[in-house]
């Protein structure tokens, strides 16, 4: 343990900090500098928006969505196609889509894909409530938005197998997805490339 160099409030500013996403220890540092530094226009503002997303964060009931509101904006949108609904791992690949601009549908949520290795079962997944979405008479397509890693294809199949007997066509993201990628990694012309040219699974 290097020996701290700030009073403990510091120091823990840097370590919460250091848990952050591409932000190594030095990193951290650099960016609890910069946060000192510019108390007035960057950290404070940056601790009332925290304190108020960690408020009123909440997971939408409907698509598994973080949103201030539940059903989350999205699933609130009227505007969005009814017939069809995007299956994604977690929320940083609906974000990532969104992004995209490709969607415009709704979204369903996993919150993870199954795992023999993390032990992750179909029990851990929220699966029940796509079964029930997507049994509604105006559904037409399920688009599996999963990242093209093993697991993400084991889920692929697994979920395929439980939307069966339903009417619906089940599609997957085209193959401009690498082998291995993650969704959140990829550029929005690759994503919507990828959405709009969606194959049968
Ligand atoms: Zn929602």
């Not at 008479?137 to 294809?153: C, F, K, S």
């Not at 599609?171 to 490339?193: F, I, K, M, Q």
Request: proline share 5%; glycine share 6%.
């Amino acid at each position: 343990m290097p020996q701290a160099v700030a009073g403990p409030e510091i120091e823990r500013l840097i370590q919460l900090l250091a848990r952050m996403p591409g932000l190594g220890p030095r990193s951290a540092r650099r960016a609890a500098l910069q946060l000192i530094k510019k108390r007035e226009t960057l950290l404070a503002p940056l601790a009332d928006a925290m304190r108020i997303a960690a408020d009123r964060i909440v997971v939408c009931q409907e698509c598994g969505n973080v949103d201030t509101q539940d059903p989350c904006t999205i699933c609130r949108d009227q505007s969005r196609d009814p017939s069809m609904l995007v299956v994604v791992e977690d929320v940083s690949d609906l974000w990532a889509l969104e992004r995209s601009g490709a969607v415009t549908a709704r979204y369903h949520v996993l919150g993870g894909v199954l795992s023999a290795l993390d032990g992750v079962r179909p029990e851990n997944l929220n699966l029940g409530r796509l079964v029930e979405r997507v049994s509604r008479p105006e559904m037409r397509e399920v688009i599996l938005a999963l990242n093209a890693t093993v697991d993400g294809q084991t889920t692929a199949h697994y979920v395929t197998e439980l939307l069966t007997h339903l009417p619906i066509k089940v599609t997957r993201l085209a193959h401009g997805v690498p082998v291995g990628g993650e969704l959140d990694y990829l550029d929005e012309g690759t994503l919507s490339a990828a959405i709009r040219q969606r194959t049968a699974f």
